[in-house]
């Protein structure tokens, strides 16, 4: 990997300046089949009139980071996942916007953890796929706020060196952004390309996903939001549920992607349990939660289980169930699709 190089331009670019850092990955057999264990995190009036209010929110993510990492302070819990010397991406997903998607005001609260924790501001980025779906979302505001970063991969590009070619590829519809888009020849569109946020100099990755569904998987969880967001060429997957079944694990479980991930954390605060990426809030309930957990598959299961139960307490239509990303998941080892081997722990506030 080249992530001292990267990271440099990239920081210049916005303004910044970072020291060299060595790109590393961790074990993919350390990585495998984390426990599936869920602290679930409740505090009343965290939402007020569909808007977050920060300082419970800040509490919920100190509450529930301690408790997951059993350690005595927040700033003890996150040197427990990350050093110093890492860089650090979070994940999230903003085609929803700021009331559907993943919230600002939790990142902003991850965010704050992480900069008492003694990691440089220049050493923590924000990012999704679409850098447009970021700035509607605020985050660009709340990059240049809190000092940190905040990039989309069609800002930086994708790795030639690092991609995903299933054996039955399917050839993609490329469009502008992609890597190969506009080239010809042989085996053009069978590749999807990981971008170079992710795999060049990317140390550890925090997933922050909303509790919204998703009707090609049923929720927009940590499994589909990482994967879709980290690579190009998607369009050949997201038309058939079938194949999505199959290329949303094995993107998860590229080393550049799946072993970089320390930690999960589901943002339930709202639920949409309707509409997809389209905010729709008469779709939608307030939990008042957030969930941690190192297994994604633990948390996307647990939210699929809790959309499928407000869509029935409030005689929804039902949605098609398509599942089998989950279970093709926990047969790579990404974590748990089971709810009896889930152990959940709740905390109110």
Request: proline share 5%.
């Amino acid at each position: 990997m080249h992530g001292s190089g990267f990271w440099v331009a990239m920081a210049a670019c916005l303004g910044l300046v970072l020291p060299g850092v060595q790109a590393a990955g961790t074990n993919a057999t350390e990585s495998a089949a984390p426990a599936p264990r869920v602290c679930e995190v409740t505090g009343a009036g965290a939402i007020v009139d569909f808007q977050p209010v920060a300082t419970v929110v800040e509490h919920l993510v100190a509450t529930g980071l301690t408790n997951f990492t059993r350690q005595v302070s927040e700033s003890a819990a996150w040197r427990s996942l990350i050093s110093t010397q890492d860089i650090v991406g979070i994940k999230v997903y903003s085609q929803a916007g700021m009331l559907s998607g993943t919230r600002p005001a939790v990142v902003a609260a991850v965010v704050h953890g992480l900069l008492a924790a003694g990691l440089p501001p220049h050493q923590i980025l924000i990012w999704d796929r679409h850098a447009d779906d970021l700035r509607a979302a605020g985050y660009f505001q709340l990059g240049e706020r809190l000092g940190v970063l905040v990039a989309g991969c069609d800002q930086t590009g994708y790795d030639e060196q690092t991609f995903y070619a299933p054996d039955s590829a399917v050839i993609g519809n490329l469009v502008w952004g992609d890597l190969e888009f506009g080239k010809k020849g042989p085996g053009i569109g069978r590749k999807s390309y990981v971008a170079k946020i992710v795999s060049h100099g990317m140390t550890k990755i925090i997933s922050v996903a909303p509790l919204l569904n998703l009707e090609s998987c049923g929720v927009s969880g940590h499994l589909y939001s990482l994967a879709m967001g980290s690579v190009d060429n998607t369009l050949r997957f997201e038309g058939d549920p079938d194949r999505l079944a199959v290329a949303v694990p094995e993107i998860y479980a590229l080393p550049a992607i799946g072993d970089r991930v320390v930690l999960n954390i589901t943002d339930a605060l709202i639920s949409q349990y309707e509409g997809g990426s389209s905010t729709l809030l008469h779709y939608s309930y307030v939990p008042n939660q957030l969930w941690f957990s190192k297994d994604p598959v633990a948390l996307d299961t647990l939210s699929i289980k809790e959309l499928e139960r407000e869509r029935k307490a409030r005689s929804a239509d039902e949605l098609p169930q398509h599942l089998d990303m989950y279970g093709n998941a926990t047969l790579l080892q990404l974590g748990s699709n089971d709810p009896a081997k889930i152990t959940v722990e709740r905390t109110k506030l």
